[in-house]
């Protein structure tokens, strides 16, 4: 098993909600999404993100405006859809389940032990 | 120091150095490959250019003078290449779709790490109709490809293969799969093709030089080229079509091909590429292949050209789209009805009509390739006989022409065409091209003022009858013989109509004919009238006086001489000869079967009557039979043999077969005369077709048309059939 590959399954498998979830809180330029998850310290490419987005958008989760810009080409900036929200509702309550049952999981749980020697004792 | 140029860039001009531009340029083109098969492929390129082009305006502000390789490979590794974000894409992916491709997604993951063989499955990831190929092709851990080619070929072959498939759909259960080959897939290599790059294709995946494959596909075109080299009497010998189209061998191949070229996917995306020559797809040797690419396209910018090569492309191009539109059509038409396995099944039949357009495109265009190499061979046919036909200086000089240019320049185009294309050299350029076609045109139009020349020759026309001599014979009976040739035939490779055969110096025509007809006395006679056309009177006279035809009589046989010759000289002006023998009522006559054997008839003219319309019609008699007697009576010849009772009869009642002779005169009298309306307005109908310049091409003209009509028709059938097998199979799928 590769350990570097299962991280970044890992990793890869929330960037989706990650980004979502900052769209959510607001309209945002795709390179400031990337500075900010790089603040978070979750590191991805740009040119996984803008692939990522276009197809967001084409699914009807996301929109765009354009604005202007003095330093280069008109910008997009991506907002999200109501369709959005609900898909982002419904990974939210995953994530939540998820996390829930990976702490329950992974957490060195003080009652297992006994519940082992229960099972021992008969 | 740098070459620094000026580009424009997402509507920005940007200084840059020449070397960074190439860097650049190299990205921007491996990130088009990777998301070669994305649906929003240049919405993201555009959005990542947008981005660099944002980084560079910062980087200018900043204050460097022009955009610096260091600045591009800085905002490169940021962006990130093709191969960094390879591993991310196949999640995010499978992320987006829904529950039903997580599940996808999962699955496939088990079955790709855990299982080594599996079960036998119908794939339910990459199918055309059932998925039964890919899931066998799975099982096997071959290219699904070759298992549908294998189907496919079963399908057309007996028909097996729709009950198999069909059988196999029913029995094995469904499972999303995921690829487990990794070696090679054949492809279409559309860098390197001819017609689609099929052959290219299979010389990547077996590793092959390219012409080894291109040849066994051109083997029927190149052995219909030497078969009509080596044969040069095919044309006469019967349409060479079936042996080499639609013959077992060259048949097969073309319909192999057009099933290749259908069922075998472009390589389209680098990935794709890479996979057909069997190399390991890591983004790396993407890079490589791009570069390659990139260096090809330089090149071969430079160096394209040859308008054969886009004629061929744009013939592909034409054939693809329309028969993509049609199935696209047809799709979205019916697709509610079938909307599961529909898709399936429409394309199949858009396959269908793509590969059957390509093989009726495929022969139509060998054909006219073999019809001009005939013209070509006959055309060398002919030539020995020039010197019976022309001249002057100028109609040879116009023939050699004609023969090089109109009909040798579109063979040895068309062959080194071939060759070049079959070895892969792709060098040439247009005023090659250019060159050809000017110099065709050259012999088009010399061939046309040699046509104009040559029917100048036969402007006029003059006859010159002569009276033979004979004497009666004893028994009242006369017969015709011609004897063996007494001129030497060198060689019988070439022969035509009405030409016995070509001597060294000397061309012998045997364009005689045997004219029966009553005589007005008791006694045999018999005349000989020799006609000729010429440009003017005076030199169809002359003409005349060049033939010579005799005969000669032994006893009760005339031998009539084989033919006549024409000295080296002497031009051929549709010369011949017509005998006339008259025969007394009460008398017989008999034409030996070698008559009819050794004399042909040379209807260049077809006429019946333009050089005897002036005599009378009802005592004519042509359509006799060799080897039988005849008598003549008052209304005419009759057979002896198949009257022989009444003829003994007549013998003993001649008075009751004189009122029977009447009455028979009468009555053919009238059958007679209808006929001779109808022969007449025959006549007149031929007359106006004579007036037409006689064009020795017309001739084979015919001919190539009556060869490619059934061609054709055989084609549509097959296309009939092959349809009516599809439509049962949709019934029974649906």
């Known amino acids: ?122 | 120091m740098k070459k620094v140029i000026n580009i424009n860039f997402q509507g920005r001009v940007i200084p840059i150095e020449e070397t960074a531009y190439d860097i650049l340029k190299q990205y921007v083109e491996s990130l088009r490959r990777f998301f070669a098969n994305e649906e929003g492929r240049d919405e993201i390129i555009n959005d990542i250019e947008g981005r660099i082009a944002e980084l560079f305006g910062e980087s200018l502000k900043k204050g460097e003078t022009c955009i610096t390789d260091e600045t591009v490979n800085k905002i490169i590794a940021s962006m990130g290449r093709p191969e960094d974000f390879e591993g991310e894409e196949a999640n995010v992916k499978s992320q987006l779709g829904g529950e039903g491709n997580q599940q996808q997604y999962n699955n496939g993951y088990n079955a790709y790490a855990n299982d080594p063989r599996g079960r036998l499955y119908r794939n339910d990831t990459d199918k055309l109709l059932g998925g039964v190929c890919s899931g066998i092709a799975n099982y096997l851990r071959v290219d699904p490809t070759i298992v549908r080619l294998v189907f496919a070929l079963m399908v057309f072959g007996a028909g097996t293969g729709i009950f198999l498939y069909i059988l196999l759909w029913i029995i094995l259960p469904s499972k999303p799969l995921v690829t487990n080959i990794s070696s090679k897939r054949l492809y279409r290599n559309p860098d390197e093709k001819v017609i689609a790059g099929v052959a290219s294709g299979i010389s990547a995946y077996f590793d092959i030089a390219i012409w080894i494959p291109r040849l066994i596909f051109a083997l029927p075109l190149v052995s219909g080229i030497a078969s009509s080299i080596f044969r040069h009497s095919f044309w006469w010998d019967g349409d060479p079509f079936p042996g080499v189209v639609f013959g077992s061998f060259g048949g097969t191949l073309f319909v192999v091909y057009a099933i290749l070229w259908a069922v075998i996917p472009e390589a389209k995306s680098a990935s794709e590429k890479l996979e057909m020559r069997g190399e390991k797809v890591d983004l790396n040797t993407i890079k490589n292949t791009i570069q390659e690419d990139l260096e090809g396209f330089k090149s071969r910018a430079e160096k394209w050209g040859g308008e054969v090569n886009e004629k061929a492309q744009e013939w592909s191009k034409e054939f693809s789209s329309t028969v993509n539109e049609k199935g696209k059509q047809f799709t979205s038409e019916v697709n509610y009805a079938a909307k599961k396995t529909g898709g399936g099944i429409f394309k199949i039949i858009g396959f269908i009509f793509k590969a059957f357009f390509l093989f009726i495109a495929g022969i139509i265009a060998f054909a006219l390739l073999v019809a001009l190499l005939a013209f070509l061979v006959a055309g060398i046919g002919v030539f020995p006989l020039k010197n019976f036909f022309l001249e002057g200086f100028w109609q040879n000089f116009l023939a050699w022409t004609t023969l090089l240019l109109f009909l040798g320049v579109p063979v040895i185009g068309f062959t080194t065409w071939l060759i070049r294309r079959i070895m892969g050299v792709k060098s040439g350029n247009k005023s090659v091209g250019f060159t050809f076609a000017g110099m065709w045109v050259l012999g088009l139009i010399s061939a046309g003022i040699l046509a104009f020349m040559i029917a100048e020759n036969f402007d006029a026309r003059a006859r010159d009858k002569q009276q033979l001599t004979i004497t009666q014979p004893v028994s009242g009976k006369l017969i015709i013989k011609v004897p063996d040739s007494k001129v030497k035939v060198y060689g019988r490779w070439f022969k035509m109509d009405g030409l016995l055969s070509m001597t060294d110096d000397s061309l012998v025509l045997n364009n005689v004919r045997i004219h029966l007809v009553k005589s007005n006395d008791s006694l045999f006679h018999m005349d000989a009238t020799k006609y000729s056309n010429g440009s003017d009177e005076s030199s169809a006279l002359h003409n005349i006086k060049e033939m010579n035809y005799g005969i000669s009589q032994q006893d009760s046989t005339v031998w009539l001489d084989r033919g006549f010759s024409l000295q080296r000289g002497t031009k051929f002006r549709n010369q011949g000869v017509v005998v006339t023998i008259y025969i007394p009522i009460g008398k017989r006559i008999l034409l030996d079967r070698t008559v009819q054997r050794r004399l042909n008839h040379f209807e260049l003219n077809n006429g019946h009557n333009d050089w005897d319309s002036d005599e009378d019609w009802d005592n004519n008699f042509y359509g006799w039979d060799s080897d039988v007697e005849y008598k003549m009576t008052a209304g005419g010849l009759e057979r002896t043999d198949k009257k022989q009772k009444s003829v003994e009869e007549s013998n003993n009642d001649e008075n009751n077969s004189n009122q029977e002779a009447l009455d028979n005169y009468k009555k053919s009298k009238e059958e007679l005369k209808k006929e001779y309306e109808k022969k007449q307005k025959e006549a007149e109908d031929l007359k106006k077709e004579l007036e037409k310049p006689i064009d020795s091409t017309q001739y084979h003209y015919k001919k190539v048309t009556a060869i490619i009509a059934p061609a054709v028709t055989e084609d549509n059938t097959q296309l009939e059939d092959i349809l009516d097998s599809h439509m049962l199979l949709m019934q029974m799928v649906l």
């Open chain 1, 1 to 122: 098993m590769d350990i570097q590959n299962t991280q970044s399954q890992m990793r890869k498998g929330v960037l989706e909600f990650c980004i979502l979830s900052i769209i959510r809180q607001g309209e945002v330029y795709p390179s400031d999404l990337v500075d900010r998850m790089k603040a978070a310290n979750l590191h991805i490419l740009e040119g996984t993100l803008y692939p990522l987005l276009t197809r967001l958008k084409n699914a009807g989760l996301l929109t765009y405006r354009w604005v202007e810009s003095n330093s280069g080409p008109p910008r997009k900036y991506f907002v999200m859809t109501d369709l959005g929200l609900e898909f982002y509702g419904e990974l939210e309550r995953t994530w939540k389940e998820l996390a829930d049952a990976v702490h329950t999981l992974t957490q060195p749980v003080a009652e297992q032990p006994t519940t082992e020697e229960n099972q021992h004792q008969p």
